[in-house]
Structure formats: structure tokens, C-alpha cells
């Protein structure tokens, strides 16, 4: 029944709570994503998105040679074990190294994968 609510909400243009704590969190972590981009720009890396932001990387920066896959995770996302393991064996394809950026209150915190 929730998911017929949920249809029922977007049909008639009404927001429902749990749709806008979805909206605001995707929002978040996008906004955080492209701090953590324009840091890497900042530095003169090359920065190139991922063609799925849902897949094991957010983007590859490039620079000198060295390649860096990295994912971003703000507020209470998971990151299991099964997202670390797909992200390092994507790294390895790519000849990457992998590093995921946390945000703990308010302060990017980097770890090397």
C-alpha cells in the first residue's frame, strides 16, 4: 500500500515526507560530491564523473599519470564490505588506487581503500 501512496503523491504533485527526506539527502550528497570534486580540480587533477553514480565510484581523477577512483558517502550511508570489495577490484581493472570521502561533522575525511 505505501507504494501505491508513494505513485499516488507524485501523480497528484504532493510531497510525501519520506519523498522529501529522500530529495534533501540526495541533494546533500551531491553538493558534497562537488566539493569533493572542485578540491581535486583545485589541485589540477583531471575530473571525470562516472557514467552510472550509482556504481562503485563517484568519479576517476586523473593526473600525471596516476589514476584515483573515489566515492563519496555523507551522513549515515553504508559503506559494507561488498561496496569496498567492488571498488577495489574495479581500482585493480583500472590500474586505480581507490580512496572513499566521509563527512564527519562536517569535515571531509579521506581513507585510502
Request: hydrophobic share 35%.
Amino acid at each position: 500500500m505505501p507504494r501505491f501512496r508513494t505513485r499516488l503523491a507524485r501523480v497528484l504533485g504532493y510531497e510525501t515526507p519520506l519523498m522529501r527526506r529522500g530529495r534533501l539527502s540526495r541533494s546533500r550528497g551531491l553538493s558534497i560530491e562537488r566539493r569533493v570534486v572542485s578540491r581535486f580540480r583545485d589541485k589540477g587533477w583531471l575530473v571525470k564523473p562516472s557514467k552510472a553514480s550509482r556504481g562503485a565510484y563517484d568519479f576517476l581523477a586523473m593526473r600525471e599519470g596516476r589514476k584515483m577512483l573515489v566515492q563519496v558517502k555523507s551522513g549515515n550511508s553504508p559503506f559494507t564490505r561488498q561496496d569496498r570489495s567492488s571498488l577495489k577490484a574495479v581500482a585493480r581493472q583500472k590500474g586505480a588506487h581507490a580512496i572513499v570521502y566521509r563527512v564527519n561533522q562536517k569535515r571531509l575525511q579521506p581513507h585510502f581503500v
